[in-house]
């Protein structure tokens, strides 16, 4: 090889030592122990390049804040669409395969934080508060009843439609009803006896007798009203006065399907507030 000739491939270049006049061939292997083709250039800037025995080198271009992902043969290095900005630490951790989907608009929120909710509709939360919440609550299958426990008071107007019943007691500043109807119950006189059941009780007699004594009315709570009828006038009732927790001016007879007495308990005797005999 001289100065005017150039490198073809397998060139040797022949190195004499001065000292003793010696010479060596040495080949591009002595100095890279490999093989580099192509016409580009590496530069390295002070760097060192290290190149595995096996497996390739990816390169790629960038995109300043982007995550690098593979494309195309899995063998390129790209500009990811997940970027990342701030200098806090992002880990992302899972125990198994999951997909994450992330709306087009809007903001993920953790799970330690607040979030406001509008027009969202929930499927089986359990959610630790409502203050200020405004929504539409309907019991389904399995649960979603809101308890009066959960309540903490009544002072805002409930509004509802259909039939509503509330077990327990309840206590109101007052009451404005278009109409007021008692619930109403059947009873059986047993030992003189009946329990209180409703405002309303339609009285029969013990073992379906012509005639029967009632004394007493179990279960009452200071300020109930009651209202007794008769099922007909072939099983006539006797009201007791003193007998048993009745305080009556005289004992009043119910023998007519129409007659009613009406009457407030004190806390300790039914207190007759109407009688009428309307035979």
Same mark, same amino acid.
């Given at each position: 090889?001289?100065?005017?000739?150039?490198?073809?491939?397998?060139?040797?270049?022949?190195?004499?030592?001065?000292?003793?006049?010696?010479?060596?061939?040495?080949?591009?292997?002595?100095?890279? *122990?490999?093989?580099?083709?192509?016409?580009? %250039?590496?530069?390295?800037?002070?760097? !060192? @390049? $290290?190149? +595995?025995?096996? /497996?390739?080198?990816?390169?790629?271009?960038?995109?300043?804040?982007?995550?690098?992902?593979?494309?195309?043969?899995?063998?390129?290095?790209?500009?990811?669409?997940?970027?990342?900005?701030?200098?806090?630490?992002?880990?992302?951790?899972?125990?198994?395969?999951?997909?994450?989907?992330?709306?087009?608009? *809007?903001?993920?929120?953790?799970?330690?934080? %607040?979030?406001?909710?509008?027009?969202? !509709? @929930? $499927?089986? +939360?359990?959610? /630790?508060?409502?203050?200020?919440?405004?929504?539409?609550?309907?019991?389904a299958a399995g649960g979603g009843q809101l308890t009066t426990a959960a309540l903490s008071n009544l002072s805002t107007l409930l509004q509802t439609t259909g039939d509503q019943s509330a077990s327990g007691v309840k206590t109101l500043a007052s009451l404005v009803a278009t109409k007021l109807r008692l619930g109403s119950a059947a009873e059986t006189i047993s030992g003189g006896s009946v329990p209180f059941s409703a405002s309303l009780i339609t009285l029969d007699t013990e073992g379906g007798a012509g005639t029967d004594d009632l004394t007493t009315?179990?279960?009452?709570?200071?300020?109930?009203?009651?209202?007794?009828?008769?099922?007909?006038?072939?099983?006539?009732?006797?009201?007791?006065?003193?007998?048993?927790?009745?305080?009556?001016?005289?004992?009043?007879?119910?023998?007519?399907?129409?007659?009613?007495?009406?009457?407030?308990?004190?806390?300790?005797?039914?207190?007759?507030?109407?009688?009428?005999?309307?035979?």
């Amino acid at each position: 090889m001289t100065l005017t000739t150039s490198a073809a491939a397998a060139d040797l270049i022949e190195i004499e030592v001065a000292a003793s006049g010696l010479s060596r061939k040495i080949t591009k292997a002595n100095f890279i *122990g490999a093989t580099l083709t192509g016409g580009g %250039s590496i530069v390295t800037g002070g760097y !060192t @390049l $290290t190149v +595995p025995k096996t /497996g390739t080198v990816p390169v790629g271009t960038g995109t300043d804040g982007r995550v690098a992902q593979w494309s195309g043969d899995a063998n390129t290095l790209a500009a990811s669409t997940l970027a990342k900005t701030g200098a806090g630490v992002l880990t992302l951790s899972a125990a198994g395969a999951y997909t994450l989907t992330v709306p087009a608009t *809007g903001t993920a929120v953790l799970l330690d934080a %607040s979030q406001t909710l509008t027009n969202k !509709t @929930l $499927t089986t +939360p359990t959610i /630790g508060s409502f203050t200020n919440a405004q929504h539409n609550h309907t019991n389904a299958a399995g649960g979603g009843q809101l308890t009066t426990a959960a309540l903490s008071n009544l002072s805002t107007l409930l509004q509802t439609t259909g039939d509503q019943s509330a077990s327990g007691v309840k206590t109101l500043a007052s009451l404005v009803a278009t109409k007021l109807r008692l619930g109403s119950a059947a009873e059986t006189i047993s030992g003189g006896s009946v329990p209180f059941s409703a405002s309303l009780i339609t009285l029969d007699t013990e073992g379906g007798a012509g005639t029967d004594d009632l004394t007493t009315v179990t279960g009452g709570s200071f300020g109930d009203i009651l209202c007794l009828r008769i099922t007909s006038a072939s099983r006539t009732v006797t009201i007791k006065d003193g007998t048993g927790n009745f305080q009556l001016p005289s004992d009043r007879l119910l023998d007519f399907a129409h007659d009613t007495w009406l009457g407030v308990f004190n806390g300790v005797w039914w207190c007759e507030l109407n009688y009428a005999n309307n035979a």
